[in-house]
């Protein structure tokens, strides 16, 4: 299993551009999560999803959209990307059950907004 | 008011030492309360969980739970260099919502 898998890695995005964050995880699990760090941060969750076609606003959504077309994939889209959102993003996935599941994450995606 | 509070520190101790870390929460619907730890430009790793009231050991790490007073902790003893690490409590609602604290950096000096 590859667990869950972010592209790109690393970006540097001009003020006013749009890009996508792309996440895909092979585990099945129904719960996907994206999250921001800034430095010496802790995570903010953006937004989340507890199953295709569902999705959730999160404690920062503004300046983000997400879609959950599949199990597999939960895209965040940066519309018109602003300096105030460099950051590292996370994605992370976890399966639903009647006790706790751990949420695995991505290796992360480090984004400049210049 | 947010969520989930935490102490961001940094926490620095010299190997050996108890280290005692701390989050506080506002809504009462928080059922699971977690810790996570993270490695540098890595992401992060649940460490141990509890759930409601109550302790949990497990080898040097121990979570404790209040809930009337809205107050979690991690306790770590004998502590390593290889502890160093940020360590972030969570909560979960059962609703699939999961929310961090903002994570204590912590170094342990030999």
């Known amino acids: 299993n590859a667990g869950v898998t972010q592209t790109p890695k690393f970006r540097i995005l001009k003020i006013g551009q749009s890009m996508t964050l792309q996440c895909t995880q092979d585990m099945n699990h129904n719960y996907m999560y994206w999250y921001r760090q800034d430095p010496g941060m802790g995570l903010k969750l953006i937004y989340y999803s507890v199953g295709a076609g569902i999705t959730d606003k999160g404690e920062v959504p503004n300046g983000y959209n997400v879609s959950r077309s599949t199990t597999e994939d939960f895209p965040l889209r940066l519309e018109l990307a602003a300096p105030s959102q460099t950051s590292v993003y996370f994605c992370?996935?976890?399966?639903?059950?009647?006790?706790?599941?751990?949420?695995?994450f991505g290796q992360g995606t480090r984004l400049t907004v210049v | 008011q947010k969520e989930v509070e935490q102490d961001p520190g940094p926490l620095s101790v010299p190997e050996g030492a108890i280290v005692s870390l701390n989050c506080t929460y506002s809504?009462?619907?928080?059922?699971?309360f977690m810790w996570y730890r993270q490695y540098s430009r890595k992401g992060p790793e649940l460490l141990m969980y509890t759930y409601s009231s109550g302790n949990k050991e497990d080898g040097r790490f121990t979570a404790q739970v209040d809930k009337s007073s809205k107050y979690i902790s991690l306790f770590i003893r004998d502590s390593q260099p290889s502890d160093s690490a940020t360590y972030l409590c969570?909560?979960?609602?059962?609703?699939?919502?999961?929310?961090f604290g903002q994570g204590t950096e912590l170094s342990v000096k030999p």
């Open positions: 992370a996935s976890r399966p639903t059950g009647q006790v706790l599941t751990e949420a695995f």
């Open positions: 969570a909560m979960d609602n059962q609703g699939g919502k999961l929310i």
């Open positions: 809504n009462s619907a928080f059922q699971y």
